[in-house]
């Protein structure tokens, strides 16, 4: 299946609802930071979790969200772009765990408790704000959901789920469902019976079922209009070797000049770990513009 954004609702105005398919969004970032399995899925469901968000929090500008726990992970940060752009980082992603008592991968132990979730948003207009909340379970999609309701005041279902296995990432992707002023305890009562048959995502990706199936299984019962088909996710940092040198020319001339004395000046992108160089003459060359 292609990584790719639904957004429907329903016709009676009672949900709203964003189904993501992000399985080489995941890989990518797996590839890119070398992750472990833990780091990787921790990752994956941030990732996932942001594309969900956007384009109900965000609309047409973007978000960041930063989960800070206790657990050997330490930071995990995303951003996410209209468009479908999409970055993000661990701070530790070597760090592997052994599997929970259910036989999954220990995320929530991973992130820890002990902390919090930060949640930017820029709506496009000029205008950011930052909303944060005690982290749940570490669990990411637990967290998220309990941000939408403490800071959007929104009844609301978040799925997330990432499969991995010795090749790499075999699945990953999610769903968000959000009631609106006019849903009933006729809708809650429909939304609970279809979730309480529904599986794992993941477990339904595996199977060959494509997103706009996943999304009926779940919203059984509703009248759903798409008002967006389906728009491409990719892994895009939009770092480059001239944001490094435009980052260099905030230091002195002096702090440039002896960079160059003693040797180049390297950079790496904790977003993508893109690694830039600039040689000594390239120094050289910014110290006497400045």
């Given at each position: 299946?292609?990584?790719?954004?639904?957004?429907?609702?329903?016709?009676?105005?009672?949900?709203?609802?964003?189904?993501?398919?992000?399985?080489?969004?995941?890989?990518?970032?797996?590839?890119?930071?070398?992750?472990?399995?833990?780091?990787?899925?921790?990752?994956?469901?941030?990732?996932?979790?942001?594309?969900?968000?956007?384009?109900?929090?965000?609309?047409?500008?973007?978000?960041?969200?930063?989960?800070?726990?206790?657990?050997?992970?330490?930071?995990?940060?995303?951003?996410?772009?209209?468009?479908?752009?999409?970055?993000?980082?661990?701070?530790?992603?070597?760090?592997?765990?052994?599997l929970?008592?259910?036989?999954?991968?220990?995320?929530g132990?991973?992130?820890?408790?002990?902390?919090?979730?930060?949640?930017?948003?820029?709506?496009?207009?000029?205008?950011?704000?930052?909303?944060?909340?005690?982290?749940?379970?570490?669990?990411?999609?637990?967290?998220?959901?309990?941000y939408?309701?403490s800071?959007?005041?929104?009844?609301s279902?978040?799925?997330?789920?990432?499969?991995?296995?010795r090749?790499?990432?075999?699945?990953?992707?999610?769903?968000?469902?959000?009631?609106?002023?006019?849903?009933?305890?006729?809708?809650?009562?429909?939304?609970?019976?279809?979730?309480?048959?529904?599986?794992t995502?993941?477990?339904?990706?595996?199977?060959?079922?494509?997103?706009?199936?996943?999304?009926?299984?779940?919203?059984?019962?509703?009248?759903?209009?798409?008002?967006s088909?389906?728009?491409?996710?990719?892994?895009?940092?939009g770092?480059?070797?001239?944001?490094?040198?435009?980052?260099?020319?905030?230091?002195?001339?002096?702090?440039?000049?002896?960079?160059?004395s003693?040797?180049?000046a390297?950079?790496?992108?904790?977003?993508?770990?893109?690694?830039?160089?600039?040689?000594?003459?390239?120094?050289?060359?910014?110290?006497?513009?400045?």
């Open positions: 299946m292609e990584d790719g954004l639904i957004r429907t609702i329903d016709v009676l105005g009672t949900i709203d609802a964003v189904i993501v398919s992000s399985t080489n969004l995941v890989e990518a970032a797996r590839l890119k930071h070398k992750m472990s399995y833990t780091a990787a899925a921790a990752l994956g469901r941030a990732l996932t979790s942001a594309a969900l968000l956007l384009p109900i929090i965000a609309r047409r500008g973007q978000l960041s969200m930063k989960f800070q726990g206790n657990g050997p992970l330490g930071r995990v940060v995303v951003d996410a772009t209209s468009g479908g752009r999409l970055r993000g980082y661990v701070e530790n992603p070597q760090i592997e765990l052994p929970n008592s259910l036989g999954n991968l220990d995320v132990a991973a992130v820890g408790t002990n902390g919090y979730l930060h949640v930017t948003v820029d709506d496009g207009f000029g205008k950011q704000h930052t909303s944060t909340v005690e982290l749940v379970s570490g669990e990411i999609g637990e967290d998220v959901n309990r939408l309701v800071c959007h005041d929104a009844g279902v978040l799925i997330v789920g990432v499969h991995l296995s090749d790499g990432t075999e699945a990953a992707g999610g769903m968000l469902v959000q009631l609106l002023p006019d849903h009933s305890e006729e809708t809650i009562c429909k939304l609970e019976n279809n979730l309480a048959s529904f599986g995502f993941t477990f339904l990706m595996r199977r060959g079922m494509e997103l706009e199936d996943i999304l009926k299984r779940g919203l059984q019962g509703f009248d759903l209009d798409v008002i088909n389906r728009q491409s996710l990719s892994f895009d940092c770092c480059s070797k001239e944001r490094f040198i435009q980052a260099l020319k905030v230091l002195d001339k002096e702090e440039i000049m002896q960079m160059a003693s040797g180049e390297e950079g790496r992108c904790q977003f993508c770990n893109a690694v830039y160089h600039v040689p000594p003459d390239g120094l050289l060359e910014i110290a006497q513009a400045m």
